[in-house]
């Protein structure tokens, strides 16, 4: 039986699903009919209204979705189960990155209890106090990243709130935002030829995460770089338009797991024949395209660490074209 509601308080439309997931509209009306999950309500419109548990466990199936599991031993399953099946990709993550990670467990959980205990001026105090003593680019690689992933992995194991993980995403924003425009801007800015590279970075449409592009900044300033960033979800034409105004070399784009695979592919080789080959594009991020099915002459970068290796090999790759 179909419910009808008036309040449409913590729901959200199937539009609004779509982008917060990454799941097709399409795809959720399958689900829906092959194995009645999710289980809309209807608003007075007869539109589909979706119920912020349902939209969680949908979070947690893309994730098991993009680790290869087929939505037809999964979708059925309570959310307990599913987080169960989550665990071991979360062990193999945690191990393949924690020479990347110098933040322990103790601190890990001082973080932790401060965005628990909702003491946001604590948590933002401690995360500048850090990244103060240690530097931008050494608390980008060794305390955000990895502290970003295992806040996310809480909140799908149900050891925090959504709006807790929320909190925290903008402190980190507000931080990294603060420290890149604190970054000096050397002399090469009023001389063309040592002003590179230019990197643009953004999203395609429908990619809002932004962490990982602020990161991917970060490490870049530090680098010497001249960025330019457009923020999250830009139309290809206009990335494109961008790049002859700005001049850049690069153009550099992050992908989350949110993001329907076949979009990033088409999206990259679509950006690639706008561009032509004098301009290079490095993409990063967990989206599992990147590791599987690249297009050619995109560099990936897997990790934070190729950031500084890749600005370095392009730098050397101008100066034998100089020499030649």
């Given at each position: 039986?179909?419910?009808?509601?008036d309040?449409?308080?913590?729901?959200?439309?199937?539009?609004?699903?779509?982008?917060d997931?990454?799941?097709?509209?399409?795809?959720?009306?399958?689900?829906?009919?092959?194995?009645?999950?999710?289980?809309?309500?209807?608003?007075?419109?007869?539109?589909?209204?979706?119920?912020?548990d349902?939209?969680?466990?949908?979070?947690?199936?893309?994730?098991?979705?993009?680790?290869?599991?087929?939505?037809?031993?999964v979708?059925?399953?309570p959310?307990?189960?599913?987080?169960?099946?989550?665990?071991?990709?979360?062990?193999?993550?945690?191990?393949?990155?924690?020479?990347?990670?110098?933040?322990?467990?103790?601190?890990?959980?001082?973080?932790?209890?401060?965005l628990?205990?909702h003491q946001?001026?604590?948590?933002?105090?401690?995360?500048?106090t850090?990244?103060?003593?240690?530097?931008?680019d050494?608390?980008?690689?060794?305390?955000?990243?990895?502290?970003?992933?295992?806040?996310g992995?809480?909140?799908?194991?149900?050891?925090?709130?959504?709006?807790?993980?929320?909190?925290?995403?903008?402190q980190?924003?507000?931080?990294?935002?603060?420290?890149?425009?604190?970054?000096?801007?050397?002399?090469?800015?009023?001389?063309?030829?040592?002003?590179?590279?230019?990197?643009?970075?953004?999203?395609?449409?429908?990619?809002?995460?932004?962490?990982?592009?602020?990161?991917?900044?970060?490490?870049?300033?530090?680098?010497?770089?001249?960025?330019?960033?457009?923020?999250?979800?830009t139309?290809?034409?206009?990335?494109?338009?961008?790049?002859?105004?700005?001049?850049?070399?690069?153009?550099?784009?992050?992908?989350?797991?949110?993001i329907?695979?076949?979009?990033?592919?088409?999206?990259?080789?679509?950006?690639?024949?706008?561009?032509?080959?004098?301009?290079?594009?490095?993409?990063?991020?967990d989206?599992?395209?990147?590791?599987?099915?690249?297009?050619?002459?995109?560099?990936?970068?897997?990790?934070?660490?190729?950031?500084?290796?890749?600005?370095?090999?392009?730098?050397?790759?101008?100066?034998?074209?100089?020499?030649?």
């Open positions: 039986m179909t419910v009808i509601i309040d449409l308080h913590d729901t959200l439309s199937i539009a609004a699903v779509e982008q997931t990454g799941i097709a509209k399409d795809t959720l009306r399958v689900w829906e009919r092959r194995y009645n999950f999710p289980k809309p309500l209807r608003d007075v419109n007869d539109d589909r209204a979706y119920p912020i349902q939209v969680e466990k949908l979070r947690l199936l893309k994730r098991l979705l993009d680790q290869g599991h087929r939505p037809g031993g979708v059925q399953l959310i307990e189960d599913l987080r169960q099946l989550n665990i071991k990709p979360i062990l193999e993550n945690e191990k393949n990155h924690s020479r990347s990670s110098a933040i322990s467990q103790d601190e890990m959980m001082r973080y932790v209890n401060l628990r205990s946001t001026e604590a948590l933002r105090l401690e995360l500048s850090t990244m103060i003593k240690i530097g931008l050494r608390f980008v690689i060794e305390i955000a990243a990895p502290l970003i992933r295992n806040i992995e809480y909140w799908v194991d149900g050891k925090i709130e959504i709006h807790e993980e929320h909190l925290f995403t903008e980190i924003k507000h931080l990294l935002r603060t420290a890149i425009s604190s970054v000096p801007t050397s002399h090469a800015d009023q001389n063309a030829d040592l002003a590179r590279p230019r990197i643009l970075l953004t999203t395609f449409p429908k990619e809002k995460h932004s962490l990982g592009l602020l990161m991917a900044e970060a490490l870049m300033a530090m680098d010497g770089c001249v960025c330019i960033s457009l923020g999250t979800q139309p290809i034409l206009e990335i494109t338009q961008a790049v002859r105004a700005h001049k850049a070399d690069i153009v550099a784009l992050s992908f989350s797991s949110h329907n695979q076949n979009q990033v592919i088409d999206g990259l080789k679509d950006l690639q024949s706008k561009l032509g080959p004098e301009v290079e594009i490095w993409a990063g991020g989206n599992s395209a990147l590791r599987k099915r690249p297009p050619e002459d995109v560099k990936i970068l897997n990790t934070l660490h190729d950031i500084s290796e890749s600005v370095k090999a392009w730098r050397t790759q101008q100066k034998h074209k100089i020499i030649s």
